[in-house]
């Protein structure tokens, strides 16, 4: 048992709440076969309408452990994000998510396959990928220039720059901006309007917003292959000890 993430579930809602604080929510493998176990529970369930996606404690999250990264480089251990990746690009149930503070990495990526997404001014997005010696995840490769354009994309992914929820909303990836003492009324009220939605519509009209579902499943394993090799690398492996050794100042 872990208290690193959280799942409630009420009036329809499953809230999935990423609560490793003192580490701004960093996803560990635990974390993440918790959000994968709960995200077919909400599938499997038809009591179970919509989703929430927070983080604790004033960030969303700080992307994959590094630790775990290079745990997985050095020693070959499962990086279990994948399982979570496609479970979330490839779910039926409607997702909210509550954005407060960072979200970096999946961070990010994840909200591509959330419909509705809520943050406070502090919110700060990036896909750090290319600065660790990674490649884009969670289908973002095909996602971040369909939904930002090629030319927004290269800066997010390429250059890897960071951006606030102002960008974030004219981009398209955030519907709106609201204090974060209303974050999570708001999300909620959100999901229960959904939740109260025919089921059975929803779920389609979702799938097709979403498009060929084979288009971004062939885009993750194109990903993960290239992910792999880049994991291992020198560059990666260096990137990921800079930032556990590095001394704050
Ligand atoms: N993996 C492991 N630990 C992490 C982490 C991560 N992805 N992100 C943050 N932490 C830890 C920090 O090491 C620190 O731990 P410590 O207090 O034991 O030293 C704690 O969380 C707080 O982070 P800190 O860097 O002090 O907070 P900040 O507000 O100054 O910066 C971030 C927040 C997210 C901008 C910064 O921590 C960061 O860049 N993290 C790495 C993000 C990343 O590259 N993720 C992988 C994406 S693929």
Redesign the pocket.
Known sequence: MTTDTIVAVADGVMRITMNRP???N?LTGPMYDAMTAALEKADANDEIRAVVIAGAGGAFT??????DFLATATRGEENRAGHFIRKIATLDTPIVAAVDG?A???GTTMLFHCDLVYATPSAKFRM??LD?G?VPEAASSILAPARFGMARASEYILLAEAFGPNEAKDLGLVNAIVAPAALEATAMEAARKLAAKPAGALRAARRLMRGDRKDIEAAIERESAAFAKALTSPEAKAAFTA?LNRT?G
């Open positions: 003192a580490k701004k960093a700080a992307g994959n452990d590094l630790a960072v970096v990495g999946v750090p990928f660790l990674l930032f704050k």
